[in-house]
Structure formats: C-alpha cells, structure tokens
C-alpha cells in the first residue's frame, strides 16, 4: 500500500477494484457488515499506523471515498493529542464504561462466544473472563490501552453486542465459566469443533 502525504497530519492511499477484488472483496461488502471489509479496513489502519509512525496515544481518523467505477480512497488524519487516559477516550468517543476500564459484552449463545476463537490475536493483551446468567454469556473484558479496545471492540460486537450491565453485577450474580483467558482457553477446549 501507498500512502501519500497530503499535509503533516494527513495521507491518502488509494486501492484499485481490481486490488479489492484480490482481496476478495465485493461492492456489496464495501463499508458492510462483513468480515472481509472489516480485515481491509483493519489492515489499512494498520498499514497506515506502522508506515506514518502513529504514536499509541495519537488518535487516528479513517474516511472512506468511493470513486467509482475505479476504487476507494482512504484518507488518514492523524491527530496528536496528550497522553492517553481511559476517561479522556471514553469521554471522545462516547462509549459508557466501568470506572475499572471494563468493558461487558452480551452474547446470546454460546456459539457466539465461540465465534471469537479466530480472533484471539485481537484480544491477546486484554484480559477476559466469561460468565452466564439468565439464558446469556457475558464476556468481560479489560483493556490495557485505547488501540487495544479499538482493535478488538469492532470483533467483540460483531458476535455479541456491549452491554449495559457492569462487571460488578455480572460477577456478583452471575456463574462463572472462565475466570481468565476466556478466549485462549476456549480455543483449548473447543479448537478441534471451530476448525
């Protein structure tokens, strides 16, 4: 991928419909709900970080053009911004959140919870414990940094959806499945039945 700097804090990479259709994706998955434009769009976000030098504390902009018939453009803005706190990105991005930087996630069955298996990798810096309660599956998850919550949280709801209940009422009455490492050791205990 090419990116070309518009301004100190902004590039643009253009892909061609012959570069997404490689890539496997279709018109009708472009800016969708499928996986395959949200693994695009995470490995252009990526990309963009490593090649530009994104700091961890930097926040990043991604808008979406679509030209047609050639492709899309990707315009990247990076803005600095101090020292990363969790309430100062909660408060940014308007997501409620526990005071301990937990974040719960609903699933309705437990096959979705198993959905996540195959990406673990998304989640291998948080720490994650699972317990049911009233017919659901609850994963709380603690994120150690915001680029942590914005990798896996896209993944985490695609499955499941956040949920309002807080951490504290979920381990107070709920059963606990796995106390830590849910993700790893569901992959342990379920891997022969995902593959």
């Not at 100190?8 to 018109?27: A, C, H, V, W």
């Not at 472009?30 to 961890?56: N, Q, R």
């Not at 606990?176 to 569901?186: K, M, R």
């Amino acid at each position: 991928m090419q990116f070309e700097r518009l301004n100190p804090n902004q590039y643009k990479m253009f892909m061609t419909l012959e570069e997404l259709q490689d890539r496997g994706i279709s018109k009708e998955d472009v800016g969708g709900d499928s996986t395959k434009w949200f693994d695009l769009f995470h490995e252009v976000v990526t990309e963009a970080c490593d090649t530009i030098g994104v700091e961890e504390e930097d926040s990043v902009a991604v808008e979406v053009y679509a030209v047609q018939p050639q492709g899309l453009f990707f315009i990247i803005t990076v803005e600095e911004e101090p020292p990363f706190t969790l309430e100062g990105a909660i408060s940014r991005h308007k997501y409620k959140e526990t005071d301990s930087g937990t974040f719960v996630y609903q699933f309705t069955d437990f096959e979705h919870v198993l959905g996540l298996i195959p990406y673990g990798h998304c989640m291998a810096t948080t720490h994650q414990s699972l317990y049911a309660k009233d017919n659901a599956y609850y994963l709380i998850v603690t994120f150690p940094s915001f680029r942590g919550y914005v990798e896996a949280h896209p993944i985490l709801t695609e499955f499941g959806e956040k949920s309002s209940s807080s951490d504290a009422w979920i381990i107070e009455y709920g059963v606990c499945v796995c106390q830590q490492h849910a993700i790893n050791q569901l992959s342990y205990w379920f891997s022969s039945e995902v593959r």
